[in-house]
């Protein structure tokens, strides 16, 4: 059964400073991953998709990376700014049961000005 | 324009009651979903159709009856309404093509809370 884990739960850091979000999934038969993010009260913005055969996607200041072999991805925010606090969400479809995307636990960024 | 887009957004409502909450989306995608978040924010798949087949249904209690009319449309009704029914309903879509497979897109979510 798939899994999916984001570490850290939460994070605090200050403006300008780069920062990485984890995302471990326990199954690698997946067709794709997906990074979100979500505001208070809001629903999901998709940030990034990447394809099972990609290894890494890119927009503007954010860099998603796949690893499907180790079972993890990351999203690199560059220059972080206030307008990035947000909880961010990655999510997993795999290759059972295609039409299900399976999310994480989320990670609660908060960027002091 | 919105893309996928829910109604109502807000819904309160005494326990036993029965509610319905509308999903539109203007994307052209073959497949909806209704997704529901708790209080700690997890989002857990409740149904999946594609061409408006019911697709998944994941352990839903039978309270809940999903209908999509057409490819565009899938609502939610549910009946006899409990405490534990609370929570966010976040209706999505996707669709697949040869170049990608299906990006998921939400809507603004509808916020249901059972007194």
């Known amino acids: 059964k798939q899994e999916v884990t984001q570490i850290p739960a939460a994070l605090s850091v200050p403006e300008g400073e780069n920062l990485v979000l984890n995302c471990s999934f326990t199954?690698?038969?997946?067709?794709?991953l997906q990074w979100f993010r979500q505001d208070p009260g809001k629903g999901l913005t998709s940030l990034l998709l990447?394809?099972?055969?990609?290894r890494e996607q890119t927009s503007g200041r954010l860099n998603a990376s796949l690893d499907k072999s180790s079972g993890r991805s990351t999203l690199y925010i560059a220059a972080s700014q206030p307008g990035d606090s947000a909880t961010y969400l990655c999510?997993?479809?795999?290759?059972?049961?295609?039409?299900?995307?399976?999310f994480g636990t989320g990670t609660r960024l908060k960027v002091l000005a | 324009d919105t893309a996928v887009s829910q109604t109502p957004k807000y819904l309160v409502t005494q326990m036993g009651n029965d509610k319905s909450i509308k999903c539109e989306q203007n994307?052209?995608?073959?497949?909806m979903y209704w997704y529901k978040q708790d209080s700690k924010k997890f989002l857990k798949i409740m149904f999946s159709?594609?061409?408006?087949?019911?697709?998944i249904n994941e352990t839903v209690p039978n309270r809940f009856s999903p209908k999509s009319p057409d490819k565009a449309h899938l609502n939610l009704h549910i009946n006899s309404l409990e405490l534990g029914d609370s929570a966010v309903y976040f209706c999505?879509?996707?669709?697949?093509?040869?170049?990608?497979?299906?990006?998921?897109?939400f809507g603004e979510g509808s916020r249901l809370t059972v007194l």
């Open positions: 999505a879509s996707s669709q697949d093509t040869a170049e990608r497979t299906g990006e998921l897109f």
């Open positions: 199954d690698s038969a997946i067709y794709n």
């Open positions: 990447i394809q099972s055969s990609q």
């Open positions: 999510a997993v479809r795999p290759w059972t049961g295609t039409y299900k995307y399976i």
């Open positions: 994307l052209g995608h073959d497949t």
């Open positions: 159709y594609n061409n408006k087949e019911l697709i």
